[in-house]
């Protein structure tokens, strides 16, 4: 009985919360205003960033601006039962947030950002103290951070500046609040009912939220924000081990069982190579362009007897990657005398992913090159048929459909065209590029590669060979590797050979190369296949591959942005032992294509140079860049000298000339402190000669006391500091510091004249003071 009736009951706990004191309220509407909109800002730039697959603000934002109400009128009550609501919705927030969790485990950035949206604006209807903005001030910050790792463009920039805007006002408020000051609106009040104009005025210039202080700070933040990001390295290497994968509404997950050859469908393009529709319409990609600037070479079979360019720009890809490369999207093996086949189309396999997620384990080949680990991410802008870009040799795919086919050539196929909004992510092992190693290759290939790869009509072949010998005849030295020839050949294609934007359509029957060799040149792509044939009349295996170069690069959001016009096609040579490499031979590319071994930990300081060189006339741009490359060269040379390799050897070679080391180091810190103290006075200086000298003597009474050890705290006044003084100082020199510190006063506040002349002598007689007392503890020791 006595047990039952000291068991808590519902109502008991009820009274015993409503006993608790009441929290103490933030009663700073400025600040919450602020943090608000900190909080709608961060809402709108994760909407923005999302690229309209969340909609979060229509819902989101009014709610929150109606919780703050709520907050803002019930700060001062228990809210017992609305702490109750609260606590439902969260849990019903919760359950919804796992459902949308099981849907999009490989790319949950999006979801969290939601569930942390909901949780916000639930939170936003109870916040009666400063701390419980202070969640929501984290919150917007969280939200800033979600969209600036969404975003591919540059569209939440605007709402990244806007935050930077708000949240420094923001965090002085909320330093006030941390120290117990008066809330800025109140003071505000008070100097407004304040009679003197000028008085109104200064305090307006030294208030913390004056705009030309904010302004100030935010110019300061940007510079700094800009510079370090302008230098921070950019290391190899995605901390996470789950990758971005999206898969957009209609995207089809498998094969059809009628498909067996998994073709590909390529827009305004036929199976065969020839154009889909008006026989006036024209290809695209360097070769033509069709209605939906389409590039011609996206197709099992490629026509390259076409004309015209591409009419419009427009993006296709966005891709987050580790290094720069070739996109490669097909290869192609059989030459058809006018364009290109895949000749075992039909020999295409189908593989399954693992169920249990969208990885897809692919066969890398054997090679005794070491390779690098390069991670990409693609995020399809613009509809691609379905064939999937990628790095040379994916180990692992990230794909979301159920399915992928693989052809003879490498090539990766998807069930389904590559929709706007898809977005999956590949691993691949890409080689090492040792030219030692690519010259010692030898000859032996395997009967795989000869038999596909060196086939070449008997009819063109002498003539293709003849032209071919006769341009790497002209080399200044024997070329004895197959290697050294491919080099050499993409070289001289190069220089021998233009791009023909007008030349005639080949009549049927007409071979490309040798009409190629008679213009003196071609259409882009021609120079791909030429050279390809030139070096299978040589009997070095090669093949045709299309794709996209690497795009221009964003230094701002990190994504390399890759046109419709950036696709083209390029040259893959076979070397025994280390397999396939590109060679481009088109004039205005380089040779060897953009890989990991061009990247530059701190390339993005570079890439940042060529954006901003973009934009400057060109005899600037010269000047500059010789500019920092002589300084880069004299660096280089200063550090490579002879006398700094053998200094070096001589500290780092034995124990005496570490000794040295380390002395000569302590000399040259010292050096260093003397110098860092001597500017700092200088610059004082300065700063001093630029004020008012009322101020100017003011501040050097204050330098000379500092120097005494009578150091004045920033919190205290001048009339404080100086009754601070009257247990340590003569009357005498109380009596001179109380008249410079009156008199600047006076000046300061009042606008009222001093005598500084007379000041001055007073000064000095109290600098005497100081010294005579020096004197006399010297005598007396």
């Known amino acids: 009985m006595e047990e039952s009736r000291q068991r808590p009951t519902i109502k008991g706990i009820t009274q015993q919360i409503k006993s608790f004191p009441p929290p103490k309220t933030e009663e700073s509407i400025l600040l919450r205003i602020l943090v608000q909109t900190m909080v709608i800002v961060g809402i709108i730039a994760t909407d923005v960033a999302a690229r309209g697959e969340s909609m979060m603000s229509f819902w989101a934002i009014p709610l929150s601006i109606l919780g703050a109400f709520i907050s803002w009128r019930r700060r001062k009550k228990k809210n017992i039962s609305l702490k109750f609501g609260l606590a439902i919705a969260m849990i019903i927030a919760l359950v919804i947030f796992l459902g949308n969790l099981l849907e999009s485990l490989f790319d949950n950035r999006l979801v969290l950002a939601e569930f942390l949206v909901q949780l916000q604006v639930l939170h936003s209807f109870d916040l009666p103290r400063r701390k419980d903005l202070g969640y929501s001030m984290i919150i917007g910050l969280i939200l800033i951070g979600v969209s600036a790792t969404l975003s591919q463009t540059l569209a939440f920039a605007p709402w990244l500046l806007l935050f930077l805007f708000i949240a420094i006002p923001t965090m002085i408020l909320d330093y006030r609040s941390r120290m117990g000051l008066k809330t800025w609106e109140s003071e505000f009040k008070h ?39 302008a230098i921070l390295p950019r290391y190899q290497g995605y901390q996470l081990q789950t990758f971005p994968v999206n898969a957009p509404e209609g995207l089809q997950k498998t094969f059809q069982p009628n498909d067996k050859g998994r073709g590909i469908v390529s827009p305004g393009y036929n199976p065969d190579g020839s154009r889909n529709g008006d026989g006036d319409l024209m290809g695209d990609g360097g070769s033509g362009d069709n209605p939906d600037n389409s590039y011609y070479g996206f197709n099992t079979t490629i026509n390259q007897n076409l004309q015209g360019g591409i009419l419009q720009k427009k993006i296709l890809l966005r891709i987050r990657s580790q290094a720069p490369g070739f996109w490669r999207v097909l290869a192609f093996d059989h030459y058809t005398g006018q364009g290109w086949k895949i000749s075992r189309e039909e020999k295409t396999m189908d593989i399954n992913r693992n169920p249990w997620n969208y990885t897809f384990n692919l066969n890398v080949p054997f090679t005794k090159r070491e390779t690098r680990r390069i991670i990409q991410t693609f995020t399809v802008v613009s509809d691609l048929p379905n064939i999937i870009p990628i790095l040379n040799y994916p180990q692992f795919l990230y794909f979301p459909t159920e399915q992928i086919a693989v052809d003879t050539e490498g090539s990766l196929r998807s069930p389904s065209g590559l929709i706007e909004g898809l977005t999956y992510t590949t691993i691949s092992q890409v080689p090492y590029r040792s030219q030692e190693n690519l010259k010692q290759t030898g000859n032996n290939y395997p009967e795989s590669i000869t038999k ?19 341009l790497l005849a002209k080399s200044p030295r024997p070329l004895t590797s197959n290697y050294e020839k491919a080099l050499y050949l993409a070289q001289a294609i190069k220089q021998n050979y233009q791009i023909q934007p007008n030349i005639p359509l080949l009549k049927e029957g007409e071979d490309l190369t040798l009409a190629f060799f008679q213009n003196k040149g071609g259409y882009p792509d021609h120079f791909a296949t030429v050279y390809t044939m030139m070096l299978r009349s040589l009997n070095i295996p090669s093949r045709l591959v299309v794709g996209f170069a690497s795009g221009q690069f964003n230094p701002f959001t990190g994504y390399y942005v890759v046109h419709n016009t950036d696709a083209h096609a390029l040259t893959e040579v076979y070397f025994p032992n280390y397999g396939w490499h590109y060679f481009d031979p088109l004039p205005g590319h380089e040779i060897i294509p953009p ?31 010789i500019l920092f490359s002589k300084i880069f060269n004299l660096i280089t040379n200063l550090f490579s000298a002879n006398w700094i390799v053998k200094l070096w050897q001589f500290l780092t070679g034995s124990l005496v000339g570490i000794l040295m080391g380390f002395l000569g180091l302590i000399i040259l810190t010292f050096i260093s402190w003397l110098g860092w103290n001597f500017m700092q006075k200088i610059l004082y200086r300065l700063k001093l000669a630029k004020l008012n000298p009322t101020e100017k003597l003011y501040r050097e009474m204050l330098d000379l006391l500092a120097d005494k050890g009578y150091i004045k705290n920033p919190a205290q006044t001048p009339l404080e500091y100086a009754h601070t003084l009257t247990e340590f100082l003569t009357i005498e020199q109380l009596e001179i510091i109380m008249l410079i510190t009156n008199n600047y006063l006076q000046w300061r506040y009042g606008n009222l004249p001093v005598n500084l002349d007379y000041l001055k002598s007073q000064f000095s007689l109290l600098n005497q003071s100081f010294s005579h007392q020096h004197k006399l503890t010297i005598n007396a020791k």
Do not use: C
């Not at 008085?199 to 370090?228: A, D, E, R, Y």
């Not at 596909?452 to 006769?470: F, G, H, R, T, V």
């Open 452 to 470: 596909y790869y060196l086939e070449i009509s008997p009819s063109i072949k002498d003539k293709i060979k003849e032209k071919a010998e006769e």
């Open 595 to 625: 890989s990991f071994e061009d990247d530059n930990t701190f390339g993005v300081l570079g890439q940042l140079w060529h954006w901003v060189a973009s934009w400057l006339p060109s005899p600037i741009t010269s000047f500059i860049t």
């Open 191 to 229: 100097h407004q009912r304040e009679k003197n104009p000028q008085k109104k005025q200064q305090w307006w210039q030294n208030s913390p939220l004056s705009p030309k202080k904010l302004t100030s700070f935010v110019l300061i933040v940007m510079v700094l924000g800009l510079s370090l990001f």
